[in-house]
């Protein structure tokens, strides 16, 4: 019994580990969200809007312009077709929830950003004509700012509705979709503008699919992990 009474007495020798844990402030209370989450069919219903809302605007600008004449040609038509199926499918995959609700990986995100890449660069080589002298300065910036100003109107929505929605890889998926609504302000601008000279189209014409990727994937980043 004397050896149990030492070995006890013992213990309030050993230094207490977790001493340096007791002398830390509290953690700051949790708060629930202001804002209460939205449910699948009521975020579905919200991006559809923002969708019709992004089109109608693209739409409207593209008449305030003014469409080219040519507009009904194949070489014009075509093109704009292939673009609208492939924005319309790339936001549909880039959005859908895959098996077990999970959503697209990120290595399709990235084969969608190339797709919208490559198949707007191909249709341009595609579709332009011999260049006939070099535009004026004024002519790439005059397109550039509205193909932007086009742009600007579904990028706000797609980073106001799709805030805090992302699992896992925001910035890629902002990047996706920022790229896609970037190619809905190529369709709009190409269906304006009758320039076909290569640089003109690829630079003037594409400026906002690379706009729409880098401020999707800074918009995504910041604000659009869950």
């Known amino acids: 019994m004397a050896d149990d ?15 340096h844990v007791a002398g830390c402030p509290p953690p700051p209370p949790m708060e629930a969200p202001a804002e209460p989450s939205l449910t699948r069919p009521a975020r579905g219903r919200r991006v559809a809007r923002a969708m019709l809302a992004g089109l109608g605007w693209v739409l409207l600008l593209t008449w305030i312009a003014g469409f080219r004449a040519d507009i009904g040609s194949p070489r014009v038509a075509i093109p704009l077709v292939l673009w609208a199926l492939l924005s319309g499918l790339g936001l549909r995959l880039a959005l859908a929830p895959r098996a077990r609700g999970l959503p697209a990986g990120v290595r399709a995100l990235q084969a969608l950003v190339a797709a919208v890449l490559v198949g707007f660069l191909a249709a341009a080589v595609a579709t332009s004509g011999p260049a006939g002298g070099p535009l004026p300065l004024m002519s790439h910036l005059r397109c550039s700012a509205i ?20 699992l896992s890889a925001p910035a ?5 979709i920022g790229a896609l609504c970037g190619l ?25 699919i690379a706009a729409g990727a880098l401020l999707g994937a800074a918009a995504g980043a910041l604000r659009g992990r869950a």
């Not at 009474?5 to 001493?19: T, V």
């Not at 579904?154 to 509705?161: E, G």
């Open 5 to 19: 009474r030492d070995l006890l007495e013992g213990l309030k020798d050993i230094p207490d580990p977790a001493a």
């Open 147 to 166: 193909a932007l100003g086009m742009a600007l109107l579904p990028l706000a929505l797609a980073a106001l509705v799709l805030r805090r929605s992302f």
């Open 172 to 176: 890629w998926r902002g990047a996706t």
């Open 184 to 208: 809905g302000a190529v369709i709009g601008i190409q269906a304006h503008c009758a320039h076909d000279d290569l640089l003109h189209v690829a630079v003037a014409h594409g400026l906002p």
